[in-house]
């Protein structure tokens, strides 16, 4: 799969192991960076242009780390199309591909260890969209607000 992977400081040493393993698990990966550790840089810098490739289709899923994984997950959403949610555990990253179409798996760098995010991340990849009517109907709503026309 065409994954992309962005992180600040605050998961970088989480994004560096996932990294390794997507590749030589066979993945093709863009790193989006950040590609060394500054303890100033800043989460938006990395999770945006992340973003914007996975809703242009340069990559059909992202992965988005920052010290918690809450600010990625916020920057992510903002972005047009995206699907970001902060996942912890294995049901999640299953059900949030199956039902909601999340497209960007995000994660803390500092709240999950390497075995843990691994397991998240082939869940992640591994799961499919299950199309059901009533996901599709709901997605429907969804991109009703990103577009401003409001929900019920």
């Excluded at 799969?1 to 863009?30: P, Q, S, W, Y």
């Excluded at 950040?34 to 340069?58: E, F, M, N, W």
């Excluded at 499919?128 to 969804?142: C, I, N, P, Q």
Aim: charged share 25%.
């Amino acid at each position: 799969m065409k994954l992309g992977i962005a992180t600040d400081h605050g998961g970088f040493a989480l994004k560096e192991d996932v990294l390794n393993r997507l590749r030589t698990a066979g993945h093709e990966v863009t790193d989006f960076g950040a590609t060394t550790l500054d303890s100033g840089d800043d989460y938006p810098d990395y999770v945006v242009p992340l973003a914007r490739a996975v809703v242009s289709g340069k990559v059909e899923r992202g992965i988005a780390i920052c010290g918690s994984g809450v600010g990625a997950a916020v920057c992510a959403n903002k972005v047009v199309g995206i699907r970001a949610a902060l996942i912890h555990d294995h049901f999640s990253a299953r059900q949030g591909v199956e039902d909601d179409h999340m497209n960007i798996l995000c994660m803390g760098g500092r709240t999950v260890g390497p075995e843990v995010a691994w397991d998240l991340v082939q869940t992640f990849v591994a799961s499919r969209f299950s199309g059901a009517e009533r996901h599709a109907r709901r997605l429907a709503k969804v991109a009703a607000l990103e577009a401003g026309r409001g929900a019920k």
